[in-house]
């Protein structure tokens, strides 16, 4: 196995990455970007004090295989790296933000319609091996993503103490950016994760309160990189596609709840602009600009837009027509 931060400025990384962590942040996605630009200056740059310019050129370089926003992401970690390391040695160059092109993102996520999702659940029903927990698991997981709106991450890490029955609330703990929050679900959504977890327990898995909820067939929790692939086994078998011809991910389950949600405001003559902090609170979100990005205007929700944009024009003009138009 391939040892991180073995290069010349490893060492300093680490002590990088200690730092942010104990003000709070999770940096999973920055140790692996640091870890590559280390990789890459031990192989290339192996007697570096310090970085230079020519380093970061250099790897940058190396990089323009991947999507112009991964390479953004990198080059921003490496920034703050950098930012760390002339704190210690003046002599570090710190890359400016215009060393490539603004990231533009060609990623669409599929908004999955009900009939999909009721679909995959009953595929996912007729996983292998007949008579295990394994089909349920996968059925009631897809479920829970499709009407809670929760990470993937934050759904497999859940307890069985993380479940209120009391008050129908899902305790999310320690999730993305070390924020914990409550997670409201219907009685039907709970009604079923309780069905789950006494079908879990006929099977002999532990039932203690730190047990997970969502267990493999080696009795373990479930990986994510686990779910990834037997998700996309599902949607292969369906032949499922999304409109820009892209296999669907598990992940686009949470984008589709956020559309749906919107679509919901929408009808319910409610402004959007308004309930979009209770929303970033709901997702989880440390800003409103995240939550924005989970947000896609679907032909039912232009359709309503477009509506109630023309009676909008009709008032006005019966306004206009009657002489009541006070508004210049």
């Known amino acids: 196995m391939k040892t991180r931060f073995a290069g010349p400025l490893g060492g300093f990384m680490k002590q990088h990455l200690r730092l942010r962590r104990s003000l709070g942040y999770d940096l999973r996605t920055e140790e692996f970007a640091l870890d590559q630009f280390d ?17 970061v050129v250099s790897y940058l370089r190396a990089t323009t295989h991947l999507q112009s926003c991964t390479r953004q992401s990198q080059l921003s970690s490496i920034r703050q790296f950098c930012r760390f390391l002339f704190q210690l040695k003046p002599d570090t160059y710190v890359p400016e933000s215009h ?3 603004p990231a533009r993102s060609r990623f669409h996520p599929h908004i999955y319609a009900v009939d999909e999702v009721n679909q995959l659940m009953e595929r996912a029903l007729r996983l292998q091996p007949d008579g295990s927990l394994r089909p349920h698991t996968y059925a009631t997981l897809i479920g829970l993503l499709w009407v809670s709106g929760l990470r993937v991450g934050e759904a497999i890490r859940l307890n069985l103490e993380d479940v209120d029955r009391e008050q129908a609330i899902l305790y999310i703990r320690q999730t993305k950016n070390s924020k914990s929050r409550l997670v409201p679900v219907s009685v039907s959504t709970l009604n079923a994760l309780l069905a789950y977890r006494d079908m879990r327990a006929q099977f002999g898995h532990d039932t203690s309160s730190k047990a997970p909820l969502f267990v493999s067939q080696r009795a373990r ?8 692939g037997t998700f996309r086994i599902l949607t292969r078998e369906l032949g499922l596609k999304s409109v820009y011809g892209r296999e669907p991910r598990v992940h686009d389950l949470r984008h589709s709840w956020a559309t749906r949600c919107l679509a919901g405001l929408y009808q319910g003559g409610k402004d959007p602009n308004a309930l979009l902090p209770v929303l970033a609170t709901y997702l989880g979100h440390a800003n409103i600009a995240c939550t924005t990005v989970y947000l896609h205007p679907s032909t039912e929700l232009l359709m309503q837009a ?5 009676n909008y024009l009709d008032e006005a003009h019966m306004q206009t027509a ?7």
């Not at 929790?221 to 990834?228: G, H, N």
């Not at 009657?322 to 210049?328: I, V």
């Open 39 to 55: 990789a890459h200056v031990a192989e290339t740059f192996p007697s570096v004090e310090t970085v230079t310019r020519s380093m």
């Open 306 to 310: 477009g509506s109630r944009f023309q």
């Open 99 to 101: 060393l490539l092109s």
């Open 221 to 228: 929790r479930l990986v994510r990189r686990t779910v990834d």
């Open 322 to 328: 009657r002489g009541e138009d006070d508004r210049f």
